[in-house]
């Protein structure tokens, strides 16, 4: 995969994104909504699976 260098302000900015969703991406916390992948995934050229990745949350119990 292609590394991006785009910081998450120019996210906001370019994509009229909240910082809200910025922030939950950076912390990996929190509902992105499907819209905010779509254009993501519009704004990288990349499919769905480049830009989230599933885990099994019963995997990481204790």
Do not use: W
Not at 24 to 36: C, F, I
Not at 50 to 62: A, F, K, L, V
């Amino acid at each position: 995969m292609e590394k991006h260098t785009v910081s998450y302000r120019q996210l906001r900015a370019e994509l009229d994104i909240h910082s809200t969703y910025t922030t939950r991406m950076k912390n990996d916390t929190g509902y992105v909504s499907l819209e905010t992948i779509d254009l993501l995934c519009e704004y990288f050229d990349v499919p769905v699976n480049e830009i989230i990745e599933y885990y099994d949350p019963y995997e990481y119990e204790e």
